[in-house]
């Protein structure tokens, strides 16, 4: 995978059309076909790739745009797993009150976000995302990336006791079936010629900012270990195993703090110091890691791993100049050879499919601010290195 220095991406989601929303409904209800929702799904895939081409992003993702959010959409795939709302699951949670006091930290309605929830034995339908790496690939010519659920996310998302519980005796033995399934995702998107796989774990930071207070936008906050020790242990050897299969392509891992809400007092803010240790036991090649925004603290020493700096937040009205985020990237430069650093938005503009954090226009001129920051900064840098070699 050739690239510049600086290399521009995006973390995955991009806002979904109000034609591809109300189709999605449509399909939810029984009122339309897959079939034709795939269609024009694909469409928006074809018109985003277009999009960050013109605009100059040097690794593609397809905007997620067939899917219903970064995680939930895997029901679609995968036999024995279901998706309910959180107000589906207050029925079902013994926990009714400690459920209830969840949903009031949220600034969702109960029935606005769905969670892939354990019913059955789980296996695979069909591939989790080789279709959309299939269209991505064919589309365009320039390096791609994939994102996936981390498996630690959804082994937490599915295991509900009063559900899964029925056909796996713990938490862990449901974990392992999710490695397994999502290494072999894995290794067939290296097949595929996919450039980067990147795993979505964001709910790691809930596990040393939120001091024993749920404030996740999952109900998978209801499958933690009290011992935030002990669940980040649970966590980096999930992760690793299915990065083991990524060998071929570049891993990342994306941790945020939550991308449901523009209102900050919802969201969790901490810095990634508490972290540090984890991330230098993960076994990926990149850590995508939200910087945008204040609440995420200074930045940390990457112990080797490449950072995909989120230099602009995709939650915010204000599109950031180019010369804001290129001072970002100086101080980033700091902390990581420019050899090993990425650009990014801190997530992705439309995590949630009805509940997307900008709109299209704003999204893309934080883009265009990101590409134009990028290339100043290379221009710089190139200058430095040829007085260098003139002196």
């Given at each position: 995978?050739?690239?510049?220095?600086?290399?521009?991406?995006?973390?995955?989601?991009?806002?979904?059309?109000?034609?591809?929303?109300?189709?999605?409904?449509?399909?939810?209800?029984?009122?339309?076909?897959?079939?034709?929702?795939?269609?024009?799904?694909?469409?928006?895939?074809?018109?985003?790739?277009?999009?960050?081409?013109?605009?100059?992003?040097?690794?593609?993702?397809?905007?997620?745009?067939?899917?219903?959010?970064?995680?939930?959409?895997?029901?679609?795939?995968?036999?024995?797993?279901?998706?309910?709302?959180?107000?589906?699951?207050?029925?079902?949670?013994?926990?009714?009150?400690g459920f209830e006091r969840l949903l009031q930290t949220l600034d969702v309605p109960a029935f606005g976000i769905s969670n892939p929830t354990c019913v059955g034995k789980?296996?695979?339908?069909?591939?989790?995302?080789?279709?959309?790496?299939?269209?991505?690939?064919?589309?365009?010519?320039?390096?791609?990336?994939?994102?996936?659920?981390?498996?630690?996310?959804?082994?937490?998302?599915?295991?509900?006791?009063?559900?899964?519980?029925?056909?796996?005796?713990?938490?862990?033995?449901?974990?392992?079936?999710?490695?397994?399934?999502?290494?072999?995702?894995?290794?067939?998107?290296?097949?595929?010629?996919?450039?980067?796989?990147?795993?979505?774990?964001?709910?790691?930071?809930?596990?040393?900012?939120?001091?024993?207070?749920?404030?996740?936008?999952?109900?998978?906050?209801?499958?933690?270990?009290?011992?935030?020790?002990?669940?980040?242990?649970?966590?980096?050897?999930?992760?690793?195993?299915?990065?083991?299969?990524?060998?071929?392509?570049?891993?990342?891992?994306?941790?945020?703090?939550?991308?449901?809400?523009?209102?900050?007092?919802?969201?969790?803010?901490?810095?990634?110091?508490?972290?540090?240790?984890?991330?230098?036991?993960?076994?990926?090649?990149?850590?995508?890691?939200?910087?945008?925004?204040?609440?995420?603290?200074?930045?940390?020493?990457?112990?080797?791993?490449?950072?995909?700096?989120?230099?602009?937040?995709?939650?915010?009205?204000?599109?950031?100049?180019?010369?804001?985020?290129?001072?970002?990237?100086?101080?980033?430069?700091?902390?990581?050879?420019?050899?090993?650093?990425?650009?990014?938005?801190?997530?992705?503009?439309?995590?949630?499919?009805?509940?997307?954090?900008?709109?299209?226009?704003?999204?893309?001129?934080?883009?265009?601010?990101?590409?134009?920051?990028?290339?100043?900064?290379?221009?710089?840098?190139?200058?430095?290195?040829?007085?260098?070699?003139?002196?």
């Amino acid at each position: 995978m050739k690239l510049p220095l600086l290399p521009v991406t995006t973390v995955g989601s991009w806002p979904r059309s109000e034609a591809l929303l109300k189709e999605q409904r449509a399909l939810r209800a029984g009122r339309s076909s897959r079939e034709r929702f795939q269609a024009l799904a694909a469409a928006e895939v074809a018109e985003f790739v277009a999009l960050q081409e013109a605009v100059g992003v040097d690794v593609l993702t397809d905007g997620e745009q067939r899917r219903d959010n970064f995680y939930s959409f895997v029901a679609d795939k995968l036999d024995g797993v279901q998706l309910m709302t959180l107000g589906d699951m207050l029925d079902l949670v013994e926990d009714k009150a400690g459920f209830e006091r969840l949903l009031q930290t949220l600034d969702v309605p109960a029935f606005g976000i769905s969670n892939p929830t354990c019913v059955g034995k789980v296996s695979v339908r069909e591939p989790i995302a080789l279709d959309e790496a299939r269209f991505l690939r064919a589309a365009t010519d320039r390096p791609i990336k994939v994102p996936l659920p981390g498996p630690y996310l959804l082994t937490r998302a599915m295991w509900v006791p009063e559900a899964a519980g029925r056909y796996y005796a713990s938490k862990e033995e449901l974990g392992e079936e999710v490695v397994a399934i999502l290494a072999d995702e894995v290794r067939r998107l290296v097949a595929e010629g996919v450039d980067f796989v990147q795993f979505d774990e964001p709910v790691l930071t809930e596990l040393v900012f939120s001091q024993g207070e749920t404030r996740t936008f999952m109900c998978a906050a209801l499958a933690a270990r009290s011992d935030p020790k002990e669940e980040l242990d649970f966590a980096v050897g999930l992760i690793n195993q299915v990065a083991e299969a990524g060998k071929g392509c570049r891993t990342g891992l994306h941790v945020c703090r939550g991308n449901w809400s523009q209102r900050e007092e919802t969201l969790l803010a901490g810095p990634y110091h508490p972290l540090v240790p984890v991330f230098d036991r993960l076994a990926v090649d990149q850590l995508v890691l939200e910087y945008a925004t204040p609440r995420a603290g200074p930045l940390i020493p990457m112990g080797g791993k490449e950072l995909g700096l989120g230099a602009v937040n995709p939650r915010t009205a204000k599109v950031e100049t180019p010369d804001e985020i290129a001072a970002r990237i100086h101080e980033a430069l700091a902390h990581v050879p420019a050899d090993r650093l990425w650009l990014n938005p801190d997530c992705g503009f439309g995590t949630f499919s009805l509940r997307p954090m900008n709109d299209r226009d704003t999204a893309r001129r934080k883009l265009e601010s990101l590409v134009a920051a990028a290339q100043a900064v290379r221009a710089e840098l190139a200058g430095a290195a040829d007085r260098r070699e003139g002196a």
